[in-house]
């Protein structure tokens, strides 16, 4: 398990053996750890676009509260499913996230609410538009 240790003060060594860490980064700004997560989390998700199953779990340690946290908790759960979300504030770590810990993480081609609208393909005029040059003639040829 990888886990981003939020806080001013570094994680006590207590948290890599209670949550079985194979390594604990420490970031003390709110928006550091959203980015170290998204990085741990596509890396975990990685052998997931090959078939192979996920291998790594992710897993957020709030160590105390500080401005901001309470964003970066609301985007985690938004934005990054799989990643867990734990509470070491004022004691020993409690999971706060609904998804049981012993849970496997979705597969990286489960379905979700986005992949329910068909994706639109971009015209190269609407790319020149978009870029400024749509007198410029069409390159690619017809189809």
């Known amino acids: ?27 003390r700004h709110p928006l550091r750890a ?17 078939g192979a199953p996920r291998t790594e779990r992710v897993a957020l340690v709030i160590g105390e509260e500080l401005p901001g946290v309470d964003r970066l908790r609301e985007a985690v759960e938004r934005h990054l499913h799989d990643v867990e979300v734990w509470l070491a504030v004022g004691g020993p770590p409690r999971r706060v996230t609904t ?8 597969p990286s081609g489960a379905s979700t609410s986005d992949d329910a609208t068909p994706r639109r393909l971009v015209s190269a005029e609407e790319i020149r538009m978009l870029l400024g040059d749509a007198r410029t003639p069409d390159a690619e040829p017809p189809r």
Do not use: K
Not at 99 to 106: E, F, K, L, S
């Open 99 to 106: 998804v049981p810990a012993d849970q496997p993480a979705r």
């Open 34 to 50: 959203l980015a170290v997560l998204g990085q741990c989390e596509l890396a975990a998700r990685s052998g997931g676009t090959w």
């Open 1 to 27: 398990m990888q886990v981003v240790f939020v806080g001013r003060q570094p994680p006590p060594p207590s948290i890599a053996s209670l949550l079985r860490a194979d390594h604990v980064r420490h970031e």
